[in-house]
């Protein structure tokens, strides 16, 4: 019977966010919450009103843009607060992520499951085109984000493009004769202390090959794991699209980018042997949101 530590990435919907962490209270689990610096009224007692059992802590702010390394910076300030005490797994959620689970379920999994990691691959190799986004540098994309047409910002985008086509001539690869055997997957993860701990002490090592790239939240920690010990302890080979994904969570990536739950969808999400859920919209369908609260907190 181990400690679990919830590591959470939000930025909006705090009545979302005050709903998931509710049913992720629990006296066995710890929560730490990272909310973008952009966000402004951060209201850190209402987002906790309903957290009677759990330790809360909120991490110090950066700035988080889509695709720049300050996604998998945030990932690292959350492992190395959790890591600080010491816990049977960590998980990686956003503030757009439910359980499907209760806390007792999910506890009576991990501690029967065995020693492995929850990560997902997308294949058992990556395809070249996705890890070029990290063998080669794009100088700006933690400026630019999701903003890449909007002018001024369309000028660096543009700098990051022809800088490209000059890289591809020079055939320029970061990682080339560094033995080092990529992997790419989903950025959201249940991992153990030790797998948490040695990302932690790779920092450094991180920070030095996946600055300045394209969505290497999706490689970084896959990457780390794929070279390491624990490499064997992957949960189900880690292949993403199996009859169940190695993370745990319900993605619907053929319906949406991905697909945002809806009530109609309700009885398939109780139904599944997953754990986790993404991706819930107050602004899109409330109902979904409210049925699940209702059906767990029963």
């Known amino acids: 019977?181990?400690?679990?530590?919830?590591?959470?990435?939000?930025?909006?919907?705090?009545?979302?966010?005050?709903?998931?962490?509710?049913?992720?209270?629990?006296?066995?689990?710890?929560?730490?919450?990272?909310?973008?610096?952009?966000?402004?009224?951060?209201?850190?007692?209402?987002?906790?009103?309903?957290v009677k059992k759990s330790n809360v802590y909120f991490i110090p702010r950066i700035d988080v843009k889509w695709g720049g390394y300050s996604v998998a910076q945030c990932t690292i300030n959350l492992l190395k607060a959790a890591t600080k005490n010491s816990y049977q797994y960590y998980h990686l959620m956003s503030g757009a992520d439910l359980p499907l689970k209760t806390p007792d379920e999910i506890h009576d999994f991990f501690d029967k499951g065995g020693d492995f990691e929850y990560v997902s691959f997308d294949a058992p190799a990556p395809k070249e085109d996705q890890v070029m986004r990290v063998k080669r540098y794009?100088?700006?994309?933690?400026?630019?984000?999701?903003?890449?047409k909007k002018f001024p910002l369309i000028l660096l985008f543009a700098l990051d493009k022809i800088s490209l086509k000059i890289q591809k001539i020079c055939k320029v690869d970061r990682f080339r004769g560094q033995g080092v055997l990529l992997q790419k997957g989903p950025e959201w993860f249940s991992i153990t202390d030790e797998l948490a701990r040695i990302v932690v002490r790779k920092e450094e090592w991180i920070k030095k090959h996946f600055?300045?790239?394209?969505?290497?939240?999706?490689?970084?920690?896959?990457?780390?794991?794929n070279n390491s010990k624990r490499k064997n302890h992957i949960y189900q080979n880690g292949f993403y699209g199996?009859?169940?994904?190695?993370?745990?969570?319900l993605i619907d990536w053929g319906r949406g980018k991905p697909y945002i739950w809806r009530g109609k969808d309700f009885e398939e999400l109780i139904q599944s042997e997953y754990l986790f859920a993404r991706k819930f919209d107050p602004n899109v369908d409330t109902e979904i949101i409210d049925k699940l609260v209702q059906h767990l907190i029963k």
Do not use: P, W
């Open 211 to 225: 600055s300045h790239t394209r969505c290497c939240d999706e490689v970084f920690l896959h990457t780390i794991l």
């Open 1 to 50: 019977m181990g400690r679990h530590a919830y590591l959470i990435m939000a930025h909006n919907n705090f009545d979302l966010l005050q709903k998931e962490l509710m049913l992720l209270d629990d006296d066995r689990n710890d929560i730490y919450i990272h909310i973008d610096k952009k966000t402004k009224d951060v209201d850190e007692a209402y987002i906790t009103e309903k």
């Open 242 to 249: 199996q009859k169940t994904n190695a993370c745990l969570r």
């Open 138 to 148: 794009y100088m700006f994309q933690d400026v630019y984000g999701r903003n890449h």
